[in-house]
């Protein structure tokens, strides 16, 4: 994927349940690890940002 789908992606499913997450991820990873765990740490990431609000 490119950083803008990355992007898109964890844009989506942040607000979805945390069971979601981890089922789009896991599918995704069965994919591409390298994405799976670029979402992740978008995912991340976007947390600690909201955290620090």
Do not use: F
């Not at 349940?17 to 390298?34: C, D, F, P, Q």
């Amino acid at each position: 994927m490119t950083p803008d789908q990355i992007k898109d992606v964890i844009e989506e499913i942040a607000s979805w349940s945390l069971e979601e997450r981890r089922a789009y991820i896991a599918n995704l990873a069965m994919h591409s690890a390298e994405d799976a765990e670029k979402v992740k740490e978008g995912l991340k990431a976007m947390w600690e940002q909201r955290k620090q609000r």
